[in-house]
């Protein structure tokens, strides 16, 4: 893995400077930029639906029907809380990783670290939100074909 990423020159890693001399670089490769990006934008396509899900129902209980009154709802409750769970898990990860290179004096697989520190810190937090169970059989397909139920129901 290292005598790969060290010969490539492309636009396929980041160098991190790990003295102030500049000569010794620690090495976060794309993968590791790219995959945990995906759970990130996974999580704020979640936030979207949850809170989207959570204003329809707000906007039925409060007798909203026009789209103002809806996108109104939905400014003053969207939350991208799984968002924020999980960029907070990606900066434990990547320090956690900075703390195994420094005590081996060996390079590490950030993914070692990272993938597993972001998912813990979402799943603790949906535990903590009572959401854990609606988290792991999440299904975006399910939910927006009940989001698009729920709106012709609400418009009949």
Known sequence: MMTVAQEVKGPIKIQIPVDSTLKTFS?????????????????????????????????????????????????????????????FGYIVGLGITMLVVKATMLPQ?????????????VCFYAFGRQELGWFISYNEDKELERITQEGKVQQD
């Open 27 to 87: 090495i976060l490769g794309l993968g590791d930029i790219i995959i945990p990006g995906m759970l990130c934008s996974l999580c704020i396509r979640l936030d979207l639906i949850r809170s989207f899900l959570y204003c329809q129902k707000k906007a039925k209980e409060e007798n909203v029907h026009d789209e103002e009154g809806f996108d109104k709802l939905m400014l003053q409750n969207y939350s991208p809380a799984y968002f924020y769970a999980s960029i």
């Open 109 to 121: 697989p950030a993914l070692l670290y990272i993938c597993p520190a972001m998912l813990a810190i």
